[in-house]
């Protein structure tokens, strides 16, 4: 999502990435394929908006729980 300073959403997008299972109860993803949707997915979102860079001030990204790279 891309915030406006004032918490409106300015507008939103997403990318599903793909999961391993290596074992019965653990998911893995691999953070290089996470780390390319989210370049891949803040470049779409400025594209669409067409806000620039270094108006942005900060990001986060949601994932699996307790995902740690």
């Known amino acids: 999502m891309l915030i406006a300073l004032d918490g409106s959403i300015i507008d939103k997008t997403q990318q599903n990435i793909?999961?391993?299972?290596?074992?019965?109860?653990?998911?893995?993803?691999?953070?290089?394929t996470i780390w390319r949707s989210v370049v891949d997915t803040i470049k779409e979102l400025l594209a669409k908006t067409k806000i620039d860079a270094s108006q942005i001030l900060g990001m986060g990204i949601s994932n699996q729980r307790e995902t740690t790279i």
């Not at 793909?18 to 290089?32: F, K, L, R, S, Y």
């Open 18 to 32: 793909d999961i391993q299972c290596p074992q019965n109860g653990w998911v893995e993803q691999d953070p290089e």
